[in-house]
């Protein structure tokens, strides 16, 4: 059983420019969510997805999108980069009646100059 | 949204001692889960505990739900028990897993 993997591990990015980030899920989770964790603190919710469709969605703007695609792998897209995008992202998958929570991938860690 | 709180922020033990770190949540949870978050930036799930008592090795957890708190108990800390502990909830009414500040934890040779 394979767990959450992402893609890439390390990025770096001009200001304004588009980034896509890449995840796949656990075997057998159909839902994946994002998070952005700034420097020094807790992981900020971002969206999720369930069966292709976005079911929850935090505090980001528009440029912050995404997709899950019927592997249940996802992508997250991000526009316009600003500076205050640098943060470590996370993708999280879990699965319905699971009785252990979110299973976390080890992240993109995102640099904006 | 749900606040979570974690105590203390900082934590310096050396090796070998006991420790308790602390969650309070605000709000009912169908979720709680306690991560260690290591120097690359993984999450690791330490436990899946809404409710209840669970221990695994020199770990255990311990949530109260009606009083709405949760407590991580690490005993014979070890070097490489170092890093950020953070406790996460969800709310029975969200989809977001919410996220304390966590305690940065430095355990001593």
């Known amino acids: 059983e394979t767990g959450v993997t992402q893609s890439p591990t390390h990025l770096i990015k001009t200001r304004g420019q588009q980034v896509t980030l890449r995840c796949s899920s656990q075997?057998?989770?159909?839902?994946v969510s994002w998070y952005q964790q700034a420097l020094g603190q807790g992981p900020q919710f971002i969206f999720q997805?369930?069966?292709?469709?976005?079911?929850g969605r935090g505090n980001f703007p528009p440029r912050f999108s995404g997709l899950q695609f019927p592997n249940y792998s996802s992508e997250l897209n991000v526009n316009a980069l600003e500076l205050d995008d640098s943060a470590l992202y996370l993708c999280?998958?879990?699965?319905?009646?699971?009785?252990?929570?979110?299973?976390f991938g080890s992240g993109t860690r995102l640099t904006v100059v | 949204g749900i606040q979570v709180e974690q105590s203390p922020p900082d934590l310096i033990l050396q090796e070998g001692a006991n420790s308790t770190l602390r969650c309070n949540f605000s709000?009912?949870?169908?979720?709680l889960q306690w991560f260690h978050q290591n120097p690359w930036g993984q999450l690791i799930n330490l436990f899946y505990?809404?409710?209840g008592t669970k221990q695994n090795g020199r770990l255990s957890a311990t949530t109260v739900a009606t009083e709405r708190y949760s407590l991580l108990y690490i005993s014979s800390s070890q070097t490489t028990d170092s890093g950020v502990y953070f406790c996460?909830?969800?709310?029975?009414?969200?989809?977001?897993?919410?996220f304390g500040k966590g305690t940065s934890l430095l355990v001593t040779p």
């Open positions: 709000d009912s949870v169908n979720n």
């Open positions: 075997s057998g989770h159909n839902t």
């Open positions: 996460a909830v969800n709310s029975n009414s969200g989809y977001a897993l919410n």
């Open positions: 505990i809404p409710s």
């Open positions: 999280a998958s879990s699965g319905t009646g699971t009785t252990y929570g979110y299973t």
């Open positions: 997805y369930y069966r292709e469709e976005e079911n």
